[in-house]
């Protein structure tokens, strides 16, 4: 799956690029998502690696940049991002994202803050995702 996660981070550089050109970072827009692999990767170096690009959870500190918890080896990293044009990251430079883990199954360790009522040590559990959010101004 890696050549499909490197062709589409280049797609998605290609549609930024036809919408606003080859400077694209003096832009407003913001690409967020679950890209479905962890850092490094190949397969999303040509999204990431833009200078027109900030993955701003990379404002927190390495071992709070999680969003995923995988079962399966009982381990956690970031799937999930949200990539600020250098004009909007510029703009709020001090402005820290939140990832919301209330969510995530009790089983996972490494979150030891509250959970909402009814989450369970694997389920129910609202994802194994954790929702990122910022506020920006623009």
Same mark, same amino acid.
């Given at each position: 799956?890696?050549? +499909? +996660?490197?062709?589409?981070?280049?797609?998605?550089?290609?549609i930024?690029?036809?919408?606003?050109?080859?400077?694209?970072?003096?832009?407003?827009?913001?690409?967020?998502?679950? @890209?479905?692999?962890?850092?490094?990767?190949?397969?999303?170096?040509? @999204?990431?690696?833009?200078?027109?690009?900030?993955?701003?959870?990379?404002?927190?500190?390495?071992?709070?940049?999680?969003?995923?918890?995988?079962?399966?080896?009982?381990?956690?990293?970031?799937?999930?991002?949200?990539? @600020?044009?250098?004009?909007?990251?510029?703009?709020?430079?001090?402005?820290?994202?939140?990832?919301?883990?209330?969510?995530i199954?009790?089983?996972?360790?490494?979150?030891?803050?509250? +959970?909402?009522?009814?989450?369970?040590?694997?389920?129910?559990?609202?994802?194994?995702?954790?929702?990122?959010?910022?506020?920006?101004?623009?």
């Open positions: 799956t890696m050549e +499909r +996660r490197k062709n589409q981070s280049e797609q998605v550089v290609k930024i690029k036809n919408k606003f050109g080859n400077n694209p970072g003096n832009e407003n827009f913001i690409v967020l998502g679950d @890209l479905n692999d962890y850092l490094p990767s190949t397969g999303l170096n040509p @999204l990431l690696s833009q200078p027109w690009l900030e993955n701003v959870l990379k404002r927190l500190p390495a071992k709070d940049q999680w969003t995923h918890w995988y079962d399966g080896d009982k381990s956690v990293a970031q799937l999930d991002y949200l990539l @600020l044009s250098k004009k909007i990251a510029t703009k709020n430079a001090t402005v820290l994202p939140k990832i919301i883990r209330k969510g199954a009790k089983k996972c360790t490494q979150y030891t803050g509250s +959970r909402y009522s009814g989450v369970g040590n694997i389920k129910p559990a609202a994802s194994d995702h954790c929702p990122v959010s910022i506020k920006i101004n623009l």
